[in-house]
């Protein structure tokens, strides 16, 4: 199957600072790319969409000048946690959907564990 | 928006004991997507359905989309300590290349 590796696994920074993480599509190409939050043994949130080349979408309630995505090429999305807060640590996790059969699988990167102290 | 609940939240069985997880959503379905992750990991696709009544069976794994496409199903028969982690069912309302909405998961533990 498609592979999506996100970058990094965990990262741990100071309040106040900001955090970039990075999710590659690795053997296809990928126009929309997903960011999801995971709270420790609760579900995954979608956040937001990723367009390549254009501005992202934010689902309700998330900042989209807190968590800012760039997706400059076709197979890379970034999201930049900015002026991180305790609040903001969790499992950030990026998927990517491939048509499959008339059809979309979505395949997950590996997640990147955010801790703020 | 659309939302999914999936129950229980968690099931304890002993090894060799089946498991179900169900979820409902609040709107129909364009299709519905299994995923398993592992403690620390990430969530891995098991399955999808996308036709009204369909079953899909993986070795001891059952997956019902019920005949509304609103509410599915998870069944695991004889578990083994291998299927441990949180199964969630994760949905599209539209045509499929738009972020899933996932249900809360459900948590299996197995004793041994």
């Known amino acids: 199957g498609a592979v999506v590796s996100q970058h990094p696994s965990r990262v741990i920074c100071k309040s106040g600072t900001s955090v970039k993480i990075e999710c590659r599509s690795l053997?296809?190409?990928?126009?929309?790319m997903f960011w999801y939050r995971q709270f420790p043994k609760q579900s995954l949130m979608l956040m937001a969409t990723?367009?390549?080349?254009?501005?992202?979408?934010?689902e309700q309630g998330v900042e989209k000048d807190k968590f800012l995505i760039n997706h400059a090429s076709l197979t890379l999305s970034t999201l930049t946690v900015t002026s991180a807060h305790p609040e903001d640590s969790s499992f950030y996790i990026c998927?990517?959907?491939?048509?499959?059969?008339?059809?979309?699988?979505?395949?997950f990167g590996q997640g990147t564990r955010l801790t703020v102290v | 928006g659309q939302q999914v609940m999936q129950i229980p939240q968690y099931q304890h069985v002993q090894e060799g004991e089946d498991f179900t997880t169900y979820c409902n959503s609040s709107?129909?379905?364009?299709?519905i997507q299994w995923y398993k992750q592992r403690p620390g990991g990430h969530p891995v696709f098991l399955i999808q359905?996308?036709?009204?009544?369909e079953v899909k069976k993986q070795k001891r794994l059952t997956f019902q989309f019920g005949e509304a496409k609103k509410n599915s199903s998870l069944h695991i028969t004889a578990t083994q300590t291998t299927d441990v982690g949180t199964y969630f069912c994760?949905?599209?309302?539209?045509?499929?290349?738009?972020?899933?909405?996932f249900g809360k998961g459900t948590h299996l533990i197995i004793q041994p």
């Open positions: 998927s990517a959907s491939v048509p499959t059969g008339g059809w979309y699988e979505a395949f």
């Open positions: 053997d296809f190409q990928a126009t929309t």
């Open positions: 990723s367009n390549e080349g254009s501005k992202a979408t934010y």
């Open positions: 709107t129909t379905l364009s299709n």
């Open positions: 359905l996308v036709k009204s009544g």
């Open positions: 994760a949905g599209h309302s539209g045509g499929g290349a738009d972020g899933l909405t």
